[in-house]
């Protein structure tokens, strides 16, 4: 067995008094509560999705297609599919400011995220979203859209 030296043995103090002046945390992550499509994008139609649509209405989307995803809360397992096959994603993280909702820019509290998905709508077909809380009560929650 290696013994240490009085230099690491040192460093213990100074990295206690160092760890007891960090600041605390604030309040605990908010839990998962909701996750909604609200935009769906292509070439021919940009179209806001209302709550608990099941379909988009306005327009055919075919071709690149862009599917924007609200999470209220904090996951820790997104995932985004079209017809069963896993899509790849940007996420954009999403703050309280006082009593507005922005792009985190290093105030704020984090609250959530805007997932957006990129993908090439051949035909008609199913969007699916999901995640999982990362707190209590570690629910999953999931939305589905059918794009036409």
């Not at 070439?43 to 071709?63: L, N, V």
């Not at 820790?76 to 792009?103: I, K």
């Not at 290093?106 to 805007?114: S, V």
Request: glycine share 10%; aromatic share 8%; charged share 15%.
């Amino acid at each position: 067995m290696k013994k240490a030296n009085a230099w690491s043995l040192a460093l213990i103090p100074c990295l206690g008094l160092w760890l007891g002046a960090a600041p605390a945390w604030g309040a605990t992550a908010p839990a998962l509560s909701e996750v909604r499509v609200f935009k769906v994008e292509s070439a021919g139609c940009s179209e806001t999705i209302p709550e608990r649509a099941q379909g988009t209405q306005m327009c055919t989307h075919r071709g690149p297609t862009k599917v924007s995803v609200m999470e209220v809360g904090l996951g820790n397992n997104p995932v985004g599919r079209f017809n069963g096959a896993e899509l790849s994603g940007a996420r954009t993280p999403v703050c309280q400011v006082g009593n507005v909702s922005q792009a985190c820019t290093g105030t704020g509290t984090l609250m959530g995220y805007i997932y957006v998905f990129d993908l090439d709508v051949k035909a008609q077909g199913w969007f699916e979203y999901s995640n999982s809380s990362i707190n209590p009560p570690r629910n999953t929650l999931k939305t589905l859209l059918n794009i036409r």
